[in-house]
């Protein structure tokens, strides 16, 4: 292939890989996929409890910090994202959740036509593949492996009853009729491995002829003749290198990169552009505005039983017991990915609506990424599903190589540091239930002292951290500041679209990953009917 194709995809991630495969299906259409990181071929990618070393590995993950948080004392907060076939879908924590029905509803409210759950739903089950088979909410025989955890835990047990116990009814399928309920989380995986985007959307189409997938190659600025994008520009080997598009430019590039890359080529704020000496091609305020993410505080738990991954993971007996049980069964702590059960709820039964979400993990840690306790110990984390509170993502310089100043700006707005204390208060209820009781010998942090609400608020300023889940930065919409319409085109351009995280309106109620394969599926159809409707494709 040369350096001319149909379609520009940036970025091989959740929605990228899932665009990359659409796109080719036809034979038709040709493709340039373009990603930063290289290939998957990490044993700790495919074997889901390897999430937890992918935090800190720079061979597959761009290791982003926040700035200094307003709300957070200044604290800095770890970004991770996936740089890697797959993108953040790599490195994630394998939960399968939608969001709510009326997480669309909402979106489609806003003007957005095309996005309430009735339109959305047919590219959920077009994505799925689900081992529980098809019904009217769920797909098979998609490229999305979805399947229940291996087996089922007494601990995981304990907190679903306790759950009950504290009003909050059992469920089997977060992603049913209603989110509401606690239960086992599903996971995207296959036969125990993970289930990236890269595995079940990539690696079939890199068989075909008409799909070019160039890896370690970073996209540095997108390519205008006038306002009508032609190509990127990429650095790859040390060389820079142009690929022209006939068709469209679509960045895939995730929250973080989406934006920047448009700020790179003279697409953002103009104020912010000028600073950095970037010709300013459009003024556009909103992109990188809007930054959305989840917030979670966490709660650990010393156990009175040698049940725990603690436990497990802290002998070398251990380790090589799971390792065969893995090997040979495809079963036990290996197959974790970022929680095992898990609840949404409501923190006031006026709502129509959870709002916030519960993670219960196996093992217990002083923060995210660190080493087990050598006790057995649990932990739940609470997060608030739908937070108010908005913050940015804006280039710190003209060198594509420097990465983004990110500010999520968590628990700015009031409403998001009340959902969090009722949300750490309905955690405790849930905790202090009677069959949870002869597993918890104490609650580690806060632990006791941290009581009143005041406190509650201050333990999650301190200790709280992100859940990864970071969206809304080219935000969809028909409103002023709104980066691109409801067919995901970047307003007053053509042949440049955006179709990952970034283009969500608002954060869904629940993990991230789901929503972005989504969005791949529907961009891929309107992609392609928008082609078919062009004259000269008439006219053909
Ligand atoms: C640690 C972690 C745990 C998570 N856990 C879960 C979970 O359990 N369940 C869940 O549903 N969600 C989870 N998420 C969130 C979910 O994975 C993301 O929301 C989703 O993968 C984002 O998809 P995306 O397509 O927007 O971007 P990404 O998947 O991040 O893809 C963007 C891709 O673009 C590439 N790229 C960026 N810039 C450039 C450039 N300039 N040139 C070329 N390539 C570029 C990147 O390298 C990357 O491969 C987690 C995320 C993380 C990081």
């Known amino acids: 292939m040369d350096g001319s194709f149909d379609y520009i995809v940036v970025g091989a991630g959740s929605a990228g890989c899932v665009l990359a495969n659409r796109l080719t299906a036809s034979g038709k259409q040709r493709v340039l996929l373009i990603e930063a990181g290289g290939e998957d071929r990490n044993l700790w990618i495919h074997v889901p409890i390897g999430y937890a070393k992918l935090f800190s590995d ?100 304990a907190f679903i009853e306790a759950c009950a116990e504290a009003g909050i009814p059992r469920t089997d399928d977060f992603n049913g009729p209603t989110q509401e309920g606690a239960g086992y989380f599903q996971l995207t995986t296959r036969n125990g491995r993970r289930w990236s985007t890269a595995r079940g959307y990539l690696a079939p189409a890199r068989r075909r002829g008409n799909l070019a997938v160039v890896s370690n190659a970073l996209t540095t600025r997108i390519l205008f003749d006038g306002r009508r994008a032609v190509g990127v520009e990429y650095r790859k080997d040390g060389a820079t290198h142009v ?61 009175s039983e040698r049940i725990t991954m603690n436990d497990m993971m802290g002998s070398m007996a251990g380790r090589v017991a799971a390792g065969l049980r893995y090997a040979l069964l495809r079963k036990g702590f290996l197959t974790i990915g970022a ?56 280039i710190k310089s003209a060198d594509p190589a420097q990465g983004p100043a990110i500010q999520p700006r968590y628990m700015t707005a009031q409403a998001d540091r009340d959902t969090m204390v009722a949300g750490m208060q309905l955690l405790r209820k849930v905790m202090r239930q009677g069959a949870l009781k002869r597993y918890i010998v104490e609650e580690l942090t806060p632990g006791p002292k941290v009581d009143s609400d005041a406190e509650l608020l201050e333990f999650a300023r301190q200790k709280g951290t992100t859940v990864f889940h970071p969206t809304s930065t080219c935000r969809m919409g028909s409103d002023v500041t709104a980066v691109v319409d409801e067919r995901l085109r970047v307003r007053g351009f053509e042949g440049l679209r955006v179709a990952d995280a970034s283009i969500m309106p608002t954060v869904v109620s629940g993990n991230t990953n789901a929503a972005c394969v989504m969005i791949g599926e ?14 000269a494709a008439k006219a053909a």
């Open 58 to 157: 720079a061979r597959h993950n761009w290791l982003y910090n926040s700035e200094p948080e307003p709300e957070l004392g200044g604290r800095s907060i770890i970004q991770p994202r996936g740089k890697v076939m797959g993108g953040s879908s790599s490195i994630n924590g394998l939960l399968y959740i939608r969001g709510q029905a009326e997480d669309f509803d909402h979106w489609r409210q806003l003007g957005n036509a095309g996005w309430s759950f009735t339109d959305v739903l047919p590219y959920f089950r077009r994505a799925e593949d689900q081992e529980r088979g098809e019904d009217e909410l769920h797909g098979v025989g998609g490229p999305l492996a979805v399947r229940d955890v291996s087996e089922p835990h007494p601990l995981c047990e």
């Open 339 to 394: 929680g095992y059960a898990g609840a949404f709820a409501r923190t006031d039964p006026k709502m129509a609506t959870p709002d916030v979400q519960f993670h219960f993990i196996l093992f217990s840690a002083d923060a995210v990424g660190q080493k087990l306790h050598p006790w057995p110990g649990f932990l739940a984390s609470i997060c608030q599903l739908r937070p108010e509170s908005r913050g940015f993502v804006r």
């Open 522 to 535: 529907k961009a891929s159809d309107m992609i392609l009917q928008d082609a078919s409707a062009t004259p």
């Open 243 to 303: 690929a022209r598009a006939s068709g469209e430019v679509i960045l895939s590039s995730g929250a973080f990169n989406s934006p920047q890359l448009l700020q790179l080529s003279g697409v953002g704020p103009a104020d912010l552009l000028q600073q950095h000496g970037i010709k300013v091609i459009a003024d556009m305020k909103g992109v990188g505005a809007d930054l959305q993410d989840h917030y979670q505080a966490r709660f650990n738990y010393r156990c």
